[in-house]
């Protein structure tokens, strides 16, 4: 889960990583408040759970009341990068004399699935292209989680680098912490893009990044799930377990590996899925089926649904009988369902569907066909 940058300084600033002065503020007169009790310039800056701000217009610079006023108000009234900003952060003004790049991401690609520690000499809103064009610019060291990271691991890096030596000290301690940040939090990525040097020569994180795994979030209470997609969002209320995908073809299978397993043989058929929906337990209790076949009919994408299921703890039958409720709780149900129907008392569940006599539902007791014939309707 990606948090906002004000959380992820908040979090830094316990670990007693350098952080700018700041108050979210939710509104423009808020703002006007903090331009009054962070001094004489400030910098406004949209929370949207994504890069590239700067780039995007989501940064703005203010030096007067009225001008902290109005770019509050130009931000939260669009979207940044097609997120709407529901909330902009009020930061004093820092006089940058240079930027650098710190980071720790979980390494997926090799080494186990190691921490990764990255230093860039060269910080800000190129780093990609910086990381492009001059290998020398960025370092990286792998860390061994079971002991940590300890002080060779950045020092020897920042010796072979152009950062000023009189600033060792200081990133050494911000990189430990960072390190250390997102250890405890469960991170998958903690990155202070750019990492500044003051005119005063303090280092100060003046952006934060930090990306919790979900699966650990329970160890966070104080964090709150953030949502970049409104399906994810009604999802996760109705305890469906939903990826949001660009495809045009709405899946809900019963089981994980069922879901992914009918993800991968629609891609090889040429389909394209538009999400992938498990809904565990939730297929039998009330509500459950009804909010997954909302969330799939209400996603503009989706031409045709793809319902497989196989009847090994829950039988067909019942299934069958949970899938009538729902489509007949649906008055104008017009998209075409293909209904894959496998095990458990199967018969009586494909005759419960054709009993239904609903003319937008194939049911096959083939995976293959079902995916052939879904493909096919969704015209790829
Ligand atoms: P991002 O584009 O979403 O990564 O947003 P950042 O928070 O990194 O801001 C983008 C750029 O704005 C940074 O790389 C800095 O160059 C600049 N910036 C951010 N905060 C300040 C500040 O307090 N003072 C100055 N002079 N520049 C800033
Ligand atoms: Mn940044």
Same mark, same amino acid.
């Given at each position: %889960?990606?948090?906002?940058?004000?959380?992820?300084?908040?979090?830094?600033?316990?670990?007693?990583?350098?952080?700018?002065?700041?108050?979210?503020?939710?509104?423009?007169?808020?703002?006007?408040?903090?331009?009054?009790?962070?001094?004489?310039?400030?910098?406004?800056?949209?929370?949207?759970?994504?890069? @590239?701000?700067?780039?995007?217009?989501?940064?703005?610079?203010?030096?007067?009341?009225?001008?902290?006023?109005?770019?509050?108000?130009?931000?939260?009234?669009?979207?940044?990068?097609?997120?709407?900003?529901?909330?902009?952060?009020?930061?004093?003004?820092?006089?940058?004399?240079?930027?650098?790049?710190?980071?720790?991401?979980?390494?997926?690609?090799?080494?186990?699935?190691?921490?990764?520690?990255?230093?860039?000499?060269?910080?800000?809103?190129?780093?990609?292209?910086?990381?492009?064009?001059?290998?020398?610019?960025?370092?990286?060291? #792998?860390?061994?989680?079971?002991?940590?990271?300890?002080?060779? #691991?950045?020092?020897?890096?920042?010796?072979? %680098?152009?950062?000023?030596?009189?600033?060792?000290?200081?990133?050494?301690?911000?990189?430990?912490?960072?390190?250390?940040?997102?250890?405890? %939090?469960?991170?998958?990525?903690?990155?202070?893009?750019?990492?500044?040097?003051?005119?005063?020569?303090?280092?100060?994180?003046?952006?934060?990044?930090?990306?919790?795994?979900?699966?650990?979030?329970?160890?966070?209470?104080?964090?709150?799930?953030? =949502?970049?997609?409104? =399906?994810?969002?009604?999802?996760?209320?109705?305890?469906?377990?939903?990826?949001?995908?660009?495809?045009?073809?709405?899946?809900?299978?019963?089981?994980?590996?069922?879901? %992914? @397993?009918?993800?991968?043989?629609?891609?090889?058929?040429?389909?394209?899925?538009?999400?992938?929906?498990?809904?565990?337990?939730?297929?039998? #209790?009330?509500?459950?089926?009804?909010?997954? =076949?909302?969330?799939?009919?209400?996603?503009?994408?989706?031409?045709?649904?793809?319902?497989?299921?196989?009847?090994?703890?829950?039988?067909?039958?019942?299934?069958?009988?949970?899938?009538?409720?729902?489509?007949?709780?649906?008055?104008? =149900? #017009?998209?075409?369902?293909?209904?894959?129907?496998?095990?458990?008392?199967?018969?009586?569940?494909?005759?419960?569907?054709?009993?239904?006599?609903?003319?937008?539902?194939?049911?096959?007791?083939?995976?293959?066909?079902?995916?052939?014939?879904?493909?096919?309707?969704?015209?790829?």
């Amino acid at each position: %889960m990606r948090t906002f940058e004000y959380q992820a300084k908040e979090i830094l600033a316990r670990y007693e990583i350098p952080t700018p002065r700041g108050i979210v503020c939710e509104t423009a007169e808020d703002a006007v408040a903090a331009f009054d009790a962070l001094g004489s310039a400030v910098v406004v800056k949209a929370q949207v759970l994504a890069g @590239g701000r700067g780039k995007a217009g989501g940064i703005k610079f203010a030096v007067s009341k009225e001008e902290a006023r109005a770019a509050a108000q130009q931000l939260l009234g669009t979207a940044i990068a097609g997120l709407p900003v529901a909330r902009v952060l009020v930061e004093e003004r820092l006089q940058i004399a240079a930027e650098f790049y710190l980071g720790v991401i979980t390494d997926t690609d090799g080494y186990h699935g190691c921490p990764l520690l990255m230093i860039g000499s060269r910080g800000g809103m190129e780093i990609e292209d910086i990381a492009r064009e001059d290998a020398n610019a960025i370092r990286r060291a #792998h860390i061994d989680p079971r002991y940590g990271i300890f002080p060779h #691991h950045i020092l020897s890096n920042l010796a072979e %680098m152009s950062i000023p030596r009189k600033y060792h000290s200081q990133i050494e301690k911000v990189a430990r912490q960072l390190y250390q940040a997102y250890w405890d %939090m469960d991170g998958e990525l903690a990155e202070i893009n750019p990492l500044v040097v003051t005119a005063e020569d303090k280092v100060v994180a003046a952006d934060a990044r930090l990306y919790v795994d979900s699966n650990a979030l329970f160890r966070h209470p104080e964090l709150k799930p953030n =949502f970049t997609n409104p =399906f994810e969002e009604r999802a996760a209320a109705a305890r469906l377990a939903y990826v949001h995908l660009d495809g045009n073809i709405g899946i809900i299978a019963n089981g994980a590996g069922l879901a %992914m @397993g009918t993800m991968d043989m629609v891609r090889l058929a040429g389909g394209r899925p538009a999400n992938f929906l498990d809904p565990g337990e939730r297929i039998m #209790h009330p509500g459950g089926l009804e909010a997954a =076949f909302g969330i799939i009919l209400d996603n503009p994408n989706v031409e045709v649904v793809l319902f497989n299921i196989f009847g090994g703890g829950v039988r067909c039958d019942r299934i069958a009988t949970r899938l009538v409720e729902v489509l007949s709780g649906i008055p104008d =149900f #017009h998209l075409p369902l293909v209904l894959c129907l496998r095990g458990r008392n199967e018969e009586e569940g494909q005759r419960i569907i054709a009993a239904f006599d609903c003319k937008s539902i194939k049911t096959t007791s083939s995976m293959e066909e079902a995916v052939e014939i879904a493909v096919k309707l969704g015209g790829e």
